[in-house]
């Protein structure tokens, strides 16, 4: 479990003692992300959420030290609760910051002098770092599963019924069809929870499509199954008594899901053939979203090994000829999608760099930008080296590279090293803070604050329903410098 206000109560060497016992205040169930200490008027705006924040009340003997706003700034921020060091600047915890606080809903914790701040933070990134290898030890479990349940006898019932196990108490899964009925369920849904109105949403959407609704019961998440433009399927998930979806982890776990019963929707397996068949389509579906553990371990499953680093990826039309064992082949509607050894004599159409695995999306970017130049003309065979096409025929420009550089200029004049792949991350998933938090490995309130910095530097307000040119003329200056 991640470390909680109650489980630093709990534990008895750091001494320490709720001073707010009603209301939110008196809430110890609260998840502490962090530790940071601080003797700031404001320290506000070097928050990200979730931090237990220490200190010893220096400021407020200073007259022009404002109680209100201090604590308004750290509601704002998300702060799990304060700890006051008492026998330093203070001999107690003064009345008026406990009476203060609990009007705003904060936990305070009593630190005894004999509890060293460096403490409370040692045993709060242990519990963090314990929560982590759990997340990614049952992460890899569940991913696991998911791949062996899409080769068992009725994979679509085995994947559902894996992802609610994977996503923990309270989950709940349905899959149906394109019309809307019910193929296969687990986990306890909601009595009466009527989808049918996002389901009708999301068939007039491009795919890949979702919506997210807060229920009376909790969190709702629904995914339009599918490729190219048609609608083949939809994925319920549900967590009960939730108003979020789930973690890092969970949301992984979920990718996964929804990359395998894609597949499963488009062809349903009926046998071990054709089992194999679509669980090697999904190796490349895999590696295309980023999962590379997952693609290892479904290759894993078919006893044929990931072609070794460096490989290439071609994109082409769908041909007849017969793709060497240890290759991979996604098709999809008129285009494939091959992985071999960087070596291989035998590619056609577009062609990307040789690239590891983790670069495996920059490798399939690349590959579509040489097959439009390949298809406009006419050539059978064009790598990325040589593609010119899409927006790469302008990076070249000078005058193109200088508008670049002057619309990231806020963000590269400091130490601005977080913000550009955060705004890269975002910009990429469409503005959805939960997707681009767990491509960062982040939570998506620091997401949430670094688009806001971002924002504040620009002289941009980019969440805005009319910020749509400052996000376009973002992007672009971003593809240039990447193409650099």
Do not use: C
Not at 93 to 118: D, M, N, Q, S, Y
Not at 205 to 228: C, K, W, Y
Not at 269 to 292: I, Q
Not at 332 to 342: C, I, N, W, Y
């Amino acid at each position: 479990m991640p470390p909680t206000i109650a489980s630093l109560l709990a534990d008895r060497p750091l001494g320490l003692r709720l001073l707010t016992s009603e209301g939110p205040a008196g809430d110890t169930s609260r998840e502490v992300r962090w530790v940071h200490t601080t003797e700031l008027n404001d320290p506000a705006p070097f928050l990200e959420g979730g931090e237990l924040l220490l200190t010893t009340g220096l400021r407020l003997a200073d007259p022009g030290f404002d109680l209100e706003a201090f604590l308004s700034g750290l509601v704002r921020a998300g702060v799990a609760g304060l700890g006051f060091g008492v026998g330093l600047n203070n001999a107690a915890v003064p009345e008026r910051f406990v009476t203060a606080a609990a009007a705003h809903g904060l936990p305070v914790l009593e630190v005894p002098k004999a509890t060293p701040f460096i403490a409370i933070a040692k045993s709060v990134s242990k519990a963090l770092a314990a929560e982590e290898y759990r997340a990614i030890t049952e992460g890899y479990r569940t991913q696991h599963d998911l791949v062996k349940s899409a080769l068992a006898h009725e994979p679509q019932r085995s994947l559902v019924r894996s992802l609610v196990s994977g996503l923990g108490t309270g989950a709940w899964a349905v899959l149906a069809g394109a019309d809307g009925s019910v193929l296969h369920s687990a986990g306890p849904m909601p009595a009466g929870l009527d989808l049918a109105p996002e389901l009708d949403r999301l068939r007039g959407r491009t795919l890949p499509s979702s919506a997210s609704i807060l229920t009376d019961s909790g969190h709702v998440e629904v995914h339009a199954l599918g490729v190219g433009k048609r609608v083949s399927g939809f994925l319920a998930v549900g967590l009960l008594g939730r108003d979020s979806g789930p973690d890092i982890t969970g949301r992984q776990i979920l990718a996964v899901a929804l990359t395998l019963l894609t597949l499963g929707v488009e062809q349903p397996t009926k046998d071990v053939t054709v089992a194999e068949l679509t669980l090697r389509r999904a190796v490349v579906r895999l590696l295309v979203a980023g999962h590379v553990d997952a693609a290892r371990e479904a290759a894993g499953e078919l006893r044929v090994p990931l072609p070794p680093e460096p490989v290439r990826i071609a994109r082409d039309s769908v041909r007849d000829e017969a793709v060497p064992e240890r290759m991979f082949v996604l098709e999809e509607g008129d285009e494939r999608v091959l992985v071999a050894p960087a070596d291989y004599p035998g590619f056609t159409g577009g062609v990307s760099d040789a690239i590891g695995y983790a670069d495996f999306g920059r490798g399939y970017r690349q590959a579509g930008e040489a097959l439009a130049t390949a298809r406009r003309t006419g050539r059978p065979t064009v790598s990325f080296a040589e593609a010119g096409s899409g927006l790469t025929t302008l990076f070249a420009d000078q005058a193109v590279r200088d508008f670049a550089a002057a619309v990231l200029a806020p963000l590269t004049e400091a130490d601005r090293a977080a913000l550009m792949p955060t705004l890269r991350a975002w910009l990429a998933h469409n503005g959805q803070w939960d997707s681009a938090a767990a491509e960062l490995g982040v939570h998506r309130h620091t997401v949430r604050a670094r688009i806001a910095r971002a924002g504040e530097l620009l002289g941009k307000d980019l969440t805005a329903a009319d910020s749509a040119d400052a996000r376009m003329e973002l992007w672009f200056a971003l593809r240039v410098r990447e193409g650099q």
